[in-house]
Antibody
Framework: QVQLQQSGPGLVKPSQTLSLTCAIS??????????WNWIRQSPSRGLEWLGR?????????DYAVSVKSRITINSDTSKNQFSLQLSSVTPEDTAVYYC????????WGQGTLVTVSS | EIVLTQSPGTLSLSPGERAALSCRAS???????LAWYQQKPGQAPRLLIY???SRATGIPDRFSGSGSGTDFTLTISRLEPEDFAVYFC????????FGQGTRLEIK
């Protein structure tokens, strides 16, 4: 059973960078048949896929058009985890952020409420 | 981007009744790459159905998914008290997008 454990701050100031990490147990971040996603959920935007990273002999990442200029998703094989960085945040980025596994998401992190406020 | 529209917005039914939730896509979802999730307050969504009709591990057989192309349905054959929640569809054929959700409430 794959478990995902999220960590990171719940409060970020406007214009700064939001950073979250998702630690994986029960699978490998470099598995050849998995993908690792970041999703967010807010009352105004609903559920929104932000991007993913996956390994197929080399690393790939792809991102939602809405955040493409501001987002980076990286993997850390030594710690078996992946991370989200979202730069130049505004209050509209306030949401619950989730990490997930797969395409139909079989595993979810516990969620992190990130508030963008000064 | 594929836009998913769920209907109805809210469905009021009683335990034991049958529920049918609709998800309509703005363009065809290739390979039936469509999933359904259940979400309860304060929890992450839980995968119910993937590939339009395959039940995820541990999901009771009263949940079933059907459809292809642009029209998909989640059916709950006999509602149990724990089934009252919000349900989302998601497509993963072209990027990933979600519907806005259907709230299933007790009548």
């Amino acid at each position: 059973q794959v478990q995902l454990q999220q960590s990171g701050p719940g409060l970020v100031k406007p214009s700064q960078t939001l950073s979250l990490t998702c630690a994986i147990s029960g699978d490998s971040v470099s598995s050849n048949n998995a993908a690792w996603n970041w999703i967010r959920q807010s009352p105004s935007r609903g559920l929104e896929w932000l991007g993913r990273t996956y390994y197929r002999s080399k690393w790939y990442s792809d991102y939602a058009v809405s955040v493409k200029s501001r987002i980076t998703i990286n993997s850390d094989t030594s710690k078996n985890q992946f991370s989200l960085q979202l730069s130049s945040v505004t209050p509209e980025d306030t949401a619950v952020y989730y990490c997930t596994r797969g395409w139909g998401y079989t595993s979810w992190g516990q969620g992190t409420l990130v508030t963008v406020s000064s | 981007e594929i836009v998913l529209t769920q209907s109805p917005g809210t469905l009021s039914l009683s335990p034991g009744e049958r529920a049918a939730l609709s998800c309509r896509a703005s363009q065809s979802v290739s390979n039936s790459h469509l999933a359904w999730y259940q979400q309860k307050p304060g929890q992450a969504p839980r995968l119910l159905i993937y590939g339009a009709s395959s039940r995820a591990t541990g999901i009771p057989d009263r949940f079933s998914g059907s459809g292809s192309g642009t029209d998909f349905t989640l059916t709950i054959s006999r509602l149990e008290p724990e089934d009252f929640a919000v349900y989302f569809c998601q497509q993963y054929a072209s990027s990933h997008t979600f519907g806005q959700g259907t709230r299933l409430e007790i009548k």
